[in-house]
């Protein structure tokens, strides 16, 4: 069974940080494109960052970019989100989740793999 | 900048269709998908690449693309299928960013 399961959510003061992991299973971790998505109470969804196949690439939405770090450990089958000077509008649900590539260079892609996530709540 | 519009909300009563539209200037050039949302879930692909249907998925949702606009239609729309409903598609400068439409919250009453 393909999946996804994040982890290492909780309570952090601003200012604060926090690694959030995410461990995949039953599929080839090492070929797949991963990313973060995330959900604010009440809010939509919002793109984060992605990786490519072997942690070389990487990229951010410009409201975490500097402040976040995604990277990979393709030897444990595990995807992570350094996330650091945390404010109180990072308060959101994590999604790990997998990328399709619809072309060879991965400009087109969609989600086709979610974890059911991982609650991060940033308060004093 | 890239951006996708969906309207806040649909209502429709349920045996209707419904049709949710996501707009944006890149949508010639790039794949559009789109996601359901129910609240304490994860999303789930519904549509991707514009107008396949994931296996799983009822034969009640497809989706059509025009020119900056997309639409998602729930044919016979059931209870059931009340949740949000996000559009997604990529970024056309080089990067391999991804980017989420607003949202559209679909009520079947």
């Known amino acids: 069974e393909v999946q996804l399961v994040e982890s290492g959510g909780g309570l952090v003061q601003p200012g604060g940080s926090l690694r959030l992991s995410c461990l995949a299973s039953?599929?080839?971790?090492?070929?797949?494109?991963m990313a973060w998505v995330r959900q604010a109470p009440g809010k939509g969804l919002e793109w984060m960052a992605n990786?490519?196949?072997?942690?070389?690439?990487?990229f951010y939405v410009d409201s975490v970019g500097g402040r976040f770090t995604i990277s990979r450990d393709n030897g444990k089958n595990s995807l992570y989100l350094q996330m650091s000077s945390l404010r109180a509008d990072d308060t959101a649900v994590y999604y790990c989740?997998?990328?399709?590539?619809?072309?060879?260079?991965?400009?087109?892609?969609?989600?086709?793999?979610w974890g059911k996530g991982t609650t991060v709540t940033v308060s004093s | 900048s890239f951006e996708l519009t969906q309207p806040p909300s649909v209502s429709v009563s349920p045996g209707q269709t419904a049709k949710i539209t996501c707009s944006g200037d890149?949508?010639?050039?790039?794949?559009l998908h789109w996601y359901q949302k129910k609240s304490g879930q994860a999303p789930v692909l519904v549509i991707f690449?514009?107008?396949k249907r994931p296996s799983g998925i009822p034969e009640r949702f497809s989706a059509s693309t025009s020119g900056t606009m997309a639409t998602l239609t729930i044919s016979g729309a059931q209870v059931d299928d009340e949740a949000a409903y996000y559009c997604?598609?990529?970024?056309?400068?080089?990067?391999?960013?991804?980017?989420f439409g607003g949202g559209t919250n679909l009520t079947v009453l």
């Open positions: 039953g599929f080839t971790y090492t070929t797949s494109w």
């Open positions: 989740a997998r990328q399709h590539c619809s072309s060879p260079s991965c400009y087109d892609f969609y989600i086709d793999v």
């Open positions: 990786i490519n196949e072997d942690g070389n690439e990487k």
């Open positions: 690449e514009d107008t």
């Open positions: 997604f598609s990529t970024d056309t400068s080089g990067h391999h960013w991804g980017l």
């Open positions: 890149a949508l010639p050039k790039k794949y």
